[in-house]
């Protein structure tokens, strides 16, 4: 068991870990998050303690429940009427950019 | 004007004191000034100090005054947590990622508390993209705690709660996913508000977990809270949570009497792991309430214990989705020298991003990802409807429900960094109420080895007045919360 001296007890895993580096590398990519090697083992570790972790999850029996889409019971995504409200401020915008030309985004060839 | 004591003050002294011209708003603006740079670095509170534009605006707040107008807020200090946008201000939301990034626009809550009056001193320090518990994943260094600098203040809004700890501004926004507002708020002793999820505009507040996230504030008494507070709410349309009712005068309510107030104790929040000295202040608060008319009784919530591990799943699903707008391309850190587009991207994320914010982006691809999200994901939003209908079925028998907000005091800088999930099970008590979309606060209810406790209070959706009303009228009969650290009397 996790027994952090807190309130609710977790089973801990006396398995090896969950997840392979390549796992990771394989998240991190899909994450688009350049790692360092010596991050790999750090995370490795980590996650594999977190899904660990949150596999207590299974303990609740969820058989006929409906998962939650809205923490507000009966509210519902509102729409908008569909008319202009925004006026070009693209200039500003561009400001905080790392790379503009001529009011584009500048980003490396994607197209050889 | 005794500029020795003005920062003891109240905002509710401070504004009849502004009304009634005992001082004017630039020495007011002027005093808090001259604390927060006093105390920038024992505390690190704050990440952009405003001091120009906070005189510039100061100076006409005293104009407003001294023709007799002003909105409520008129002339009073105020900071405000570094992910609420800040129209031509730095706004890091604690990261690399964004620490060259100028707003171009305003949070709704800043233009809110600016219309009312408001005067913005300074943006303030918190944990990277309000991910932990600590403060200590902020990339501008730990905020320390003003009752023991040694010590964390908690987090992520704890720069807020140390800076109004500290009295170097009279109140703080703040935001709270997880206990973000709450947890800081009860490690340095002052009240902290996270309203209903909707109540308070989302827009232009740095998204983290947008099912999760909600606004709210940080001041030295409910009275201020319910001051702030009351500003802040209210439709808006450029959110689209944003849920469109009239928000009640928090003020007025505050003097309400608790006769006959039906108050549920957690059962599952006082069972084995919180610290003998907090449960002791607990239970003292409890009769506190006693004494003013409220009844207790025990409620159990039988699926609370799986808030967290719920939470760790929802909150990072929604941080990866969130946190991919950040490319390297439109704004924030962007690579050196890119050989292509993904380089691009995985570089300046890899750079921008520190250790927790990235542990939690991969948390969340991999719940979301092909094969798990029925397992992780779907499941953790069933666990949530679960805890949510317990929350329910508690207040159909109880108007509030009362208990620790966490386990321990704060604890020292370093002490949980370690581990992630000995940090996470410090909000263990708040996560509940953030699943459930419900409103809570924290409030000190005493201290326990010369570290404030705080008592936390939930309540129904939309019953922020009620909370507010049972917290001042705590704070009538107790002074807790008048106390201050003895280094920033």
């Known amino acids: 068991m996790y027994d952090f001296g807190l309130p609710f007890a977790f089973v801990v895993s006396p398995k090896p870990m969950l997840l392979t580096r390549e796992q990771i590398e394989d998240i991190a990519h899909l994450a688009r998050l350049a790692l360092q090697p010596a991050e790999l083992p750090v995370y490795q570790q980590s996650l594999s303690a977190i899904f660990d972790f949150v596999g207590e999850l299974d303990r609740a029996d969820t058989a006929n429940v409906v998962p939650m889409a809205h923490p507000l019971a009966g509210q519902s995504q509102r729409l908008r009427p569909d008319v202009v409200t925004e006026t070009d401020r693209h200039e500003i915008y561009q400001r905080n950019a790392p790379q503009v030309a001529a009011g584009l985004y500048l980003v490396p060839k994607v197209i050889e | ?489």
């Open chain 2, 1 to 489: 004007m005794n500029r020795v004591s003005i920062h003891t003050k109240t905002l509710a002294q401070l504004s009849k004191g502004l009304r009634a011209r005992e001082f004017s708003s630039v020495e007011l603006v002027r005093t808090f000034l001259d604390r927060i740079d006093a105390h920038q670095p024992m505390l690190n509170a704050m990440i952009t100090v405003m001091r120009d534009q906070a005189l510039t605006a100061a100076q006409a707040a005293d104009r407003e005054l001294a023709a007799g107008r002003g909105g409520p807020l008129a002339g009073l200090p105020i900071v405000h947590k570094d992910l609420f946008c800040t129209e031509g201000v730095l706004t890091t939301c604690g990261s690399h990622m964004l620490d060259n990034f100028v707003s171009p626009y305003d949070a709704t809550v800043v233009a809110k508390l600016k219309s009312a009056g408001a005067i913005t001193l300074a943006k303030s320090n918190m944990d990277e993209f309000a991910m932990g518990s600590s403060n200590e994943t902020s990339y501008f260094g730990p905020v320390r705690n003003p009752w023991n600098t040694d010590l964390v203040p908690g987090g992520s809004s704890g720069g807020s709660a140390a800076a109004v700890a500290a009295r170097l501004v009279p109140a703080a926004t703040a935001t709270d996913t997880g206990g973000s507002i709450r947890q800081p708020a009860a490690l340095c002793g002052v009240t902290g508000v996270k309203p209903t999820y909707g109540r308070v505009s989302r827009y232009g507040m740095i998204a983290f977990a947008s099912s999760l996230d909600q606004g709210g504030v940080i001041a030295a008494t409910a009275e201020d809270a319910a001051l702030v507070l009351r500003e802040m709410s209210g439709f808006d349309p450029n959110d689209s949570t944003s849920v469109d009712m009239p928000v009640p005068d928090y003020v007025a309510g505050l003097d309400a009497p608790l006769a006959g107030l039906k108050i549920g104790l957690l059962k599952e929040f006082f069972e084995k792991g919180l610290d003998a000295a907090n449960e002791k202040r607990i239970r003292e608060a409890l009769a506190v309430y006693q004494r003013l008319g409220a009844t207790l009784r025990e409620v159990s919530l039988p699926n609370l214990p799986l808030s967290v591990p719920a939470y760790y799943v929802v909150a990072p699903a929604e941080c990866s989705s969130n946190l991919a707008r950040f490319d390297g391309v439109r704004f924030g850190h962007r690579a050196k020298d890119p050989r292509d587009l993904t380089d691009l991207y995985e570089r300046s994320r890899g750079e921008g991003f520190g250790a927790e914010v990235k542990r939690r982006i991969m948390t969340g691809t991999y719940v979301l990802s092909a094969g798990y999200k029925d397992k992780y994901y779907l499941k953790a939003q069933k666990v949530r409807q679960l805890i949510s209908a317990d929350f329910k079925r508690a207040f159909s028998e109880v108007d509030v429900l009362m208990g620790p907000t966490t386990p321990t005091p704060a604890f020292p800088i370093g002490a949980k960094t370690a581990d992630p999930i000995t940090m996470y099970l410090n909000d263990i008590y708040t996560i509940g109420a953030n699943l459930a979309g419900l409103p809570a606060m924290s409030i000190p209810c005493g201290f326990a080895a010369s570290l404030p406790v705080g008592l936390q209070i939930v309540g129904p959706h939309f019953s922020e007045g009620k909370l507010l009303n049972a917290a001042h009228l705590f704070q009538r009969e107790t002074d807790w919360h008048t106390r201050m650290p003895e280094a920033f009397k």
